[in-house]
């Protein structure tokens, strides 16, 4: 599979034919994302790269600091994705897969060690629990909404989803032991250890990612060699009816004419594009607590909402795009291996980073977050579980999801004194 778009994750199976679904998947998403790129409101947002890491530096208002900043992350995400997926034609298989399992998750993964290194913890777990959630709910429901609002139902191979919702459901639930751990004590109330101490939920966190990075490694040799079979007849059943001809030398050369950059300016645009977003997520992530202040909002609210919401909403749209286009089931799975990757790769990246900084970076999670996480974990499975959906289950989804913002809204927090009353 071809790394341009969120069906490009790391988790993604090797075809038998990879030439030919390779291309056939990466078609679609780099057409969207591309498109994407090209509007001007896009276009328009890169000004607002420079204009917002100088009204950081000046020293301006947090609000104006922070969405700034917050809007130049869409063409910057725009960028990194196309770069990826140019530069992905002229490297192996091994660079393509560490770029789509890095770059891909550049937001979460640089927020998480700027919010580490400054020692805003709340950020990290409210960053990676809000991009999930915009995943498992808002881009989920608005693919089944907007694309089954004129068909009866859709379909999707039920084998593939149910192995990968399944691991999805193992991870989460595998992130939100230790906030259980705290939030369900022992009965016996008597016994001073009976208690959870912080050096035992530091324990469990790192033990917690070091299974999840086994989760993956299992999971990349059971999809590409034990039982690679089943993931083979899912891209070929689900790509076979998009294109009928076989791979020839004029396709390859119509793909190599499509992209933008050359393999060495994908390059550069590649580390420009990271060293801009990584000044811009060290503002955001200086201004978000002024901001919250000012606004009356908790302290986890941007980073739980705004910024996966805002920040990754090209890659959103790039989703739902491809699943109008009849590419529905790509789209559930680029959904799925997209949760997978901040569950399996960044989460524990981020926990196994503060235990070689000697920081105790825990799992503990915020109980209404961690428990909305469950939440919506559940109700995605439910939805998808017997491989068919309909534009009435996709709009349930996406009223969850604002019902959930709302929530995130109106609950108090450490910063919230302002709040008006509903």
Sequence with gaps: MSAVSPNNSFLSPIPSTPMRVSRQQWRPFYRAIVNISSHQYVKAMLATVPIGIITAILGGPPQAVFFLNLTALVPLITLLTISIADLSIATGRVVDELLKATVGNAIELILGIVAISRGHMHMVHSTLIGSMLCYMLLVSGSCFCLTGYDKEHLHFDRT???????????????????????????????????????????????????????????????????????????????????????????????????????????????????????????????????????????????????????????????????????????????????????????????IILGWVLNLPITLQMDTFEATMLFLATMVLIHVIQDGRSNYFEGLMLVGTYIISVAAFYMRPGTTDTTKPTP
Aim: proline fraction near 4%.
């Design 160 to 350: 593939l989803i149910s192995i990968m919702s399944s691991l999805m459901v193992v991870a989460c639930m595998s992130l939100l032991i230790p906030t259980i751990m705290v939030t369900f004590p022992s009965l016996d109330t008597t016994s001073p250890q009976a208690s959870v101490t912080r050096l035992e939920i530091v324990f469990v966190s790192r033990g917690a990612a070091i299974v999840l990075f086994i989760l993956l490694g299992v999971f990349l040799l059971f999809q590409l060699k034990s039982h690679a079979s089943v993931f083979h007849l899912a891209e070929a059943s689900s790509e076979g009816s998009l294109d009928s001809h076989s791979p020839n030398d004029r396709d390859i050369a119509q793909d190599r004419s499509a992209r933008i950059f050359s393999p060495r300016s994908a390059m550069i645009a590649l580390v420009v594009g990271i060293s801009c977003l990584t000044m811009c997520i060290i503002c955001i992530v200086e201004s978000t607590d002024g901001v919250a202040q000012e606004l009356g909002l908790s302290a986890a609210f941007p980073t739980l909402i705004l910024i996966p919401l805002i920040g990754n909403s090209a890659r959103y749209a790039s989703i739902v795009i491809v699943s109008r286009q009849g590419h529905t089931e790509s789209a559930v799975r680029a959904i799925i291996n997209s949760i997978l990757r901040i569950a399996l790769l960044v989460t524990p990246v981020l």
